[in-house]
């Protein structure tokens, strides 16, 4: 790991100076930064540490919405009492990622700055290749060994999988990324690879995630995260989804539905074709299975990567109905 | 790159390094301090070797700057006997054979004290689920849940 110089932020404001200045990134938890300093992907000359400001940490819940402080860690989050039950689906993609080590040091800012783990793009001593790494140098994914990379969303440039849970869940709810004054949602938060892959994030120098704000409702409060993997723990989903659901009065038609899909795209993916074509219909296992089969329009595979297309809609299918049976 | 002046709290005793940065908290402890007791395996946050608590909490000693954890309280394996007694869960490690080679014990044994603090050892597959951020390549599991769950049990009663 190349060495760097070390400042502790003393405010917000002197972070977001701090880390303006060319080679220099702010570092919260380090799961992400620390290791990929050490693969020699991130290359800092300076980090602006922010795990010691204060205020930053908090975790408020409403009826109208959950505002969850950049600082607070992925693991305080997850056991939340009400983040459990009012954003059920947001709690479990919590507690499904990574390790309880790595929750309790990761932040939830630092969740949504999470780079992929493609390893051509981890690996540039054997893969100098990468779009992502050096814009032009090409992509190794493509043509590579593909089993863990992204069929939706992907780009001639870049093939990479977003490898996120928490940001799947959060897209499903419309939540939005504090940027100090400013916010965006948090689908515009992520960016696609297009041409431009070494770009993930709606987010400039000088820019801090102070906050996330996930807006409640009858779908959020009646959610969950259904992640399916090689092994049962401590692994990226080989395909997952958020869904939520609210019924109409008669517990039968489905008024409002979310579906957003993690381990299958280059960005944390909404299915709005799933949700259009099941709102206002009887939820009926049929057609739930027939509709979610539009969570993958559009897919393209990469040989290895195939089975996720066939994968994808069944988790989409499961999770529904097994938020229909709680009716 | 100069070096850094760094004070740590590891396990009740004060230490004051000269440090660069990059230097880990993992390798602060085993190159500097001499507390061999926590591992380095996999040294990017995959296996779990080398957990250790900060601020009562465990977290990864590979991936944490030593300079971050500045102004924290650090406990490793070499402080969790108190007098001369052994902590429940290293007790209960010894008495349910939950190691072969013992490389990833001590990492194992931290993370247990955690995983039983944060109220995580309620039944076998809560804690299959809670530790599966510590790696065991002899494959001792079932002893290690067996273990756990003694702790568990005897911290509970």
Known sequence: MRDFSYLRAASVDAARQAAALPGAMLLAGGTTLIDLAKCGVAEPETLVDITHLKGLNGIEVSERSAIIGALAKMGHVADHADIKSRFPAVSEALWQAASAQIRNMATIGGNLMQRTRCPYFRDPANFPACNKREPGSGCSAIGGVTKGHAVLGTSDACIAMYPGDLAVALVAFDAVVHLGQSQVPVDDFFLLPGTTPDREHAIEPGEMITAIEIPGSASARRSTYLKIRDRQSYEFAAASAAVGIEFEADGRTIRDLRVALGGVATKPWRARAVEDALKGKVLEPDAVRAASLLAVEGATDHGANHYKIELAPRVVARAILKMGETA | ?157
């Open chain 2, 1 to 157: 790159m100069t070096k850094i002046p760094v004070y740590l709290d590891i396990n009740g005793h004060h230490h004051e390094l000269q440090l660069e940065p990059r230097v880990t908290l993992l390798d602060a402890l085993r190159d500097r301090l001499g507390l061999t007791g926590t591992k380095k395996g996999c040294d990017h946050g995959q296996c779990g070797a080398c957990t250790v608590h900060v601020d009562g909490e465990r977290v990864l000693a590979c991936l944490t700057l030593a300079a971050q954890a500045q102004g924290r309280t650090v406990t490793t394996i070499e402080g969790l006997a108190r007098e001369g007694e052994m902590h429940p869960v290293q007790a209960a490690f010894l008495e349910q054979d939950a190691f072969q080679c013992g490389y990833c014990t001590p990492g194992q044994i931290m993370s247990a004290v955690a995983c039983i603090r944060e109220g995580h050892a309620g039944s076998d597959e809560e804690i299959r689920e809670y530790m599966a951020g510590n790696l065991c390549r002899c494959g001792a599991y079932p002893h290690i849940v067996a273990a756990v769950r003694q702790a568990a049990q005897e911290v509970a009663s």
